[in-house]
């Protein structure tokens, strides 16, 4: 055999080896390709939130209390950055950071084990920077140092300026970087002010790009409409005004007013102070309880004494109602001694007490008197009715309902504490809600703070109007309710409450405040809360004080407050004095049928 | 006896004058080339340009802002690659047998000259040379320089015939001595460029060609024990994770799925490709792997896209071209009459293909990782120009080998130039076309 034959023989079987192993990889073919097809994955997709722009809050007369500019953030795809260092010489010059923090942000391609197609690298750029940017990005991909034109850009993002900064900012609240509403009325009304983002969803390349012949889907966004609050600037001015006032002169833990049309229940102001900046929001406050007239329920003391009048003219016959209660100062009911405020101070009772007497000394006394008369069925009936422990419903995050004790629990002792309102709590916006129905003859009003939406046009879509909500008491106890509490200002305890040239009605409140479970000495809750005209009611106005100090007496504290906010917002809504001689009543009532 | 013509006698006979001589009076009865190796290396080629487009565009845009940035340079490499694969189809085996040893001497300088500063450095390594208008890389040249070497020595009359036909022999002209010797001097530069994948399909290809040449039994068993015995000791040797690693392929390629703790990136992204493309594929420049989540899809990973975007269609296909050059290709070598040209072939032949069955090995994770091209498709100037190098030399024995075209030229000599072709009949400078001698390069082995 000749080398040549051998070497024939050799090819061949050389062959067959070579057809042995292509025929194996045959096999792997058609295992992967048909087989095994299925478990190939689906091919990447990125979703891309589109937000539309958040909408604005306004006030009654169309001020804007917080408004989305259109802003600019530049942001960076660090998957799609080739060369770290050239693009970071590229970057710096444009942007406000420095060399280390840009390398970290573009080393970041991944986060938690996922691919990140996403840093963010300024905030708030302007766009002018934006487009500079845009151009150093398209160079720099130009130049092969990253693997897309967009590997920086400009984003548009939504952004959110509060511009009266701390005014009413615990009312409309705020929002967390990602733009969603998280306090407040931007929280309650998140959905409607924010829309409904939008997306788009594309396949994605494995830097981020979309694939120009990939599947696409688009979901529009919803644009967000505005929400038009029924505060009214200048009354809510006042209101923080005076509240501020409140707050220098007696270092109280915080002041909160409102302001209430006790005809409709359109609640006209609502004021918290200390404020803050909503605009550059302390992290403590996130999540926080920040509305106290809406969340902190409170003992209402004094000022509850009203509730138990108005059941008292409403349930008791007329030969119980023209009792007099003598107060001694104390009395002992069971183990307990109830003592009232006056025993303190001047050392005696207030002596025989007529009902109206009651509220006008705001005599503690009287009021167990008349609620033993009453019973604690009859008591726990109309509390319940006034709407204690139960939400407004206004239109708030994070409302309290404050507590009601159960029925069976209450014993003489109880009763008695709460016919003049310890042992029970309501938040300020209910006690104000309690005057507002005695200020409307009886009928409580459901208090709403949004007077309509409008879409993002500008076109009123919704419009929210006043309802009732029950009959507490009739007509005619709430006036004379209203007359005592007239008496309260004219000639009682809330006399530095007194309104230059308008009836006023109003009552005073000094509760004890209940700290870890037991009554704190020298911790009180002080309150005023009232309306006027007292003929003809058009603003109700609640000032609450916690724990101030120098004075705890509701008058002395808020009563001043009550009367600054009523005299200026009386001014607002254009309702003339009308103890003033000179005016004629026809020309007030021209012009007080305008309520705002 | 030994029939066979071979080119060495032409070597050793005749002085330059004469071997001259022998070459103008080889040159004219030649058969054409295979057509069938032609015609498909051709398809290879321009629809490898094709699926390049596809492969290539979405890299090409990211890096250098145009889609067809590796297509112009392929296109370019092509013609290139086909002129001289025509070129060297046409070459007179003879000279390129007489040049062999100094194309291997300049191979191993080109090798050497990767230090100098012509080299150019990537990822550290220093596998190119900075010649314009495109980086070469020697040790594709090397592939075919150093079959062309050892076919050579190989083919060289043993050392017992040379003794009796009274010549001396020295201990260095033994040829498997010669042969060990060019491929540890070609394998060695290569290694210290490194390139650890060409070395060892160049070793392959070489001992291909050693084990074609007819070496004794007993020294290819003794190769391949070795080979084992080196094996055995790389096992015993090996790290932990080493030793994770092969046991994590060998258990993938059993199972055919992937243990995406251990399994290179590159592999699991091209076995999904060739997972996604199903029978019929997702359609040409549909795949979305080669969307830069495959790493070179446009070289070392194209079959991957050829996988997701034509399917088992596209790739059975794509298998049977390469089957069937390594069929011409072994068809020519064994009807070579030649030593030499045989060898030539089959070596070329094995290198291609095996080349082509490493690359879609790797891509399907039948085989370890490797960084090699897919012949014919994959972007890169060397690797193309030489592959077509190569077919053109199996071409050109194809030129010398078939018996039957022989025997039909032979025959139908009064027919034109006999290559079945017409032609304008044109004024032989031998005179009468009819009287041509068949030459010795010709002479059939079964008339005695």
Redesign the interface.
């Known amino acids: 055999m000749t080398t040549l034959d051998e070497t024939r023989v050799r090819i061949e079987r050389l062959c067959y080896v070579l057809l042995i192993f292509i025929g194996i990889m045959a096999f792997r073919l058609v295992r992967l390709q048909v087989l095994q097809h299925d478990r190939a994955g689906r091919s990447e997709t990125k979703r891309e939130k589109i937000v539309p722009r958040r909408a604005g809050i306004y006030t009654r007369d169309g001020v804007s209390l917080a408004v989305s500019p259109e802003g600019v953030r530049i942001c960076a795809n660090p998957r799609a950055v080739l060369d770290k260092e050239a693009t970071a010489q590229a970057l710096i010059p444009l942007l406000e950071m420095s060399q280390g923090e840009l390398m970290d942000a573009l080393d970041r391609t991944e986060v938690g084990g996922r691919k990140n197609y996403f840093v963010k690298l300024q905030e708030m750029a302007d766009p002018e920077t934006a487009r500079e940017l845009e151009a150093a990005s398209l160079q720099l991909w130009q130049a092969g140092n990253t693997a897309s034109p967009r590997a920086v850009y400009g984003e548009p993002f939504n952004y959110r300026e509060y511009p009266r900064k701390d005014f009413a900012s615990q009312l409309i609240g705020f929002v967390n970087c990602r733009g969603d509403g998280v306090e407040g009325i931007e929280q309650f009304w998140n959905d409607m002010i924010g829309g409904r983002p939008g997306y788009m969803e594309a396949e994605v390349d494995a830097v981020g790009n979309p694939i120009p012949n990939g599947r696409r889907r688009f979901f529009p966004p919803e644009e967000g409409s505005h929400v038009v609050l029924t505060i009214d600037d200048r009354i809510q001015f006042y209101t923080e005004q005076a509240a501020q006032a409140v707050v220098d002169a007696f270092q109280p833990n915080w002041v909160t007013a409102i302001v209430m049309n006790p005809r409709s229940g359109e609640v006209l102001s609502m004021a918290t102070r200390p404020g803050f900046d909503p605009n550059n929001i302390p992290e403590r406050l996130a999540g926080r309880e920040i509305n106290r007239a809406v969340n902190f329920p409170y003992e209402p003391g004094s000022t509850f004494k009203l509730v138990t009048a108005s059941a008292a003219l409403a349930d008791l016959p007329p030969d119980k109602l023209a009792v007099k209660v003598n107060c001694k100062g104390s009395i002992r009911i069971g183990k307990h001694t109830i003592r009232c405020w006056i025993l303190a101070k001047e050392g005696h009772g207030h002596g025989p007490q007529t009902l109206s007497d009651g509220i006008k000394n705001s005599c503690n006394m009287a009021m167990v008197g008349f609620g033993r008369m009453l019973g604690k069925e009859a008591l726990y009936h109309y509390a319940e009715m006034y709407g204690v422990g139960e939400a407004t419903d206004l239109g708030c995050p994070r409302e309290k309902r404050g507590i009601l004790p159960d029925l069976r629990t209450w014993d003489d002792a109880r009763l008695a504490n709460i016919s003049f309102g310890q042992g029970l709590t309501v938040t300020p916006i209910q006690l104000l809600r309690i005057v507002s129905t005695i200020a409307n003859d009886g009928m409580m009003m459901q208090p709403y703070l949004v007077k309509e939406i409008r879409s993002a046009e500008g076109e009123t879509v919704q419009r929210f109007h006043p309802k009732e909500t029950r009959r507490v008491i009739p007509e005619a106890v709430a006036h004379q309710v209203g007359a005592m509490m007239e008496r309260v200002v004219a000639e009682g305890t809330g006399k530095l409450a007194s309104v230059k040239g308008y009836r006023a009605a109003g009552k005073t409140g000094s509760a004890e405040k209940v700290v870890n479970g037991r009554y704190a000495p020298g911790k009180f809750v002080s309150s005023f809360v009232g309306f006027l005209p007292a003929e003809d009611p058009k603003l109700a106005i609640l000032v609450v004080a916690d724990e101030p100090k120098g004075s705890h007496w509701g008058s002395v504290v808020c009563g001043p407050a009550f009367a600054e906010i009523a005299s200026k917002s009386m001014m607002r809504i254009r309702f003339e004095p009308t103890l003033l001689a000179e005016r004629s009543s026809t020309a007030s009532t021209t012009t007080s049928n305008s309520p705002p | 006896m030994?029939h066979?013509w071979d080119t060495r006698a032409a070597l050793m006979s005749a002085p330059r004058g004469g071997a001259a001589q022998v070459v103008s009076r080889a040159k004219k009865p030649l058969n054409p080339f295979d057509p069938t190796l032609f015609f498909v290396t051709l398809f290879l080629t321009v629809s490898g340009i094709c699926m390049l487009f596809s492969a290539s565009y979405?890299v090409g845009i990211?890096?250098?802002?145009s889609a067809f940035h590796y297509v112009w340079k392929q296109m370019v490499f092509a013609g290139i690659g086909l002129a001289l694969m025509i070129a060297c189809s046409k070459v007179n085996l003879i000279t390129v047998r007489r040049l062999s040893f100094l194309l291997l001497l300049v191979t191993a300088l080109l090798l050497v000259l990767v230090w100098s500063p012509f080299g150019l450095e990537l990822s550290g390594a220093r596998r190119w040379l900075k010649t314009w208008p495109f980086a070469l890389q020697p040790s594709e040249v090397a592939k075919l320089t150093l079959i062309l070497f050892i076919a050579h020595t190989l083919?060289i009359r043993q050392r017992s015939t040379r003794r009796m036909a009274g010549g001396s022999v020295e201990w260095w002209q033994e040829p498997l001595l010669r042969a060990a010797l060019a491929i540890g001097l070609i394998a060695g530069l290569i290694l210290f460029e490194p390139h650890l994948s060409v070395v060892v399909m160049l070793t392959a290809g070489a001992a291909?060609v050693c084990?074609?040449?007819?070496i004794p039994r007993r020294l290819l068993w003794a190769a391949i024990g070795a080979c084992v015995l080196v094996g055995v000791i790389g096992l015993a040797t090996a790290k932990d994770y080493q030793i994770k690693r092969i046991e994590s392929w060998f258990g993938s390629a059993l199972t055919?799925a992937e243990d995406p703790e251990v399994t290179p990136y590159q592999i699991i992204q091209s076995?999904?490709?060739?997972?996604?493309?199903?029978?019929v594929g997702v359609g040409f420049c549909?795949g979305?792997q080669k969307?830069?989540?495959l790493p070179s899809a446009h070289n070392d990973f194209i079959f991957s896209v050829v996988?997701e975007e034509l399917?088992?269609l596209g790739?059975?296909f794509t298998?049977g071209l390469?089957?069937v050059i390594?069929?011409r290709g072994?068809h020519i070598?064994?009807q070579s009459?030649d030593?030499f040209c045989?060898?030539l072939a089959?070596g070329l032949t094995?290198t291609v293909?095996?080349e082509a069955?490493v690359n879609?090995?790797v891509a399907?994770n039948?085989l370890p990782t490797t960084g090699m091209a897919l012949p014919f498709i994959s972007y890169g100037g060397s690797s193309l120009i030489m592959n077509l190098v190569m077919v053109g030399f199996i071409l050109n024995v194809s030129r010398h080998s078939s018996l039957q075209t022989w025997r039909g030229l032979h025959e139908d000599s009064a027919r034109g130039r006999g290559n079945g072709r017409a032609h304008l009949p044109r004024a032989d400078h031998r005179g009468s076309r009819g009287v041509r001698q068949p030459s010795r390069l010709h002479r059939v082995r079964w008339r005695p």
């Open positions: 030994d066979t979405a990211a890096r250098h802002q083919s291909v084990f074609l040449a007819g055919c076995v999904k490709g060739v997972r996604a493309g199903g029978l549909e979305k969307l830069l989540f996988g399917g088992l790739t059975l298998l390469y089957v390594l069929w072994f070598a064994y009459e030593q045989s060898l089959a094995t293909t095996l069955m879609i090995g399907i039948l």
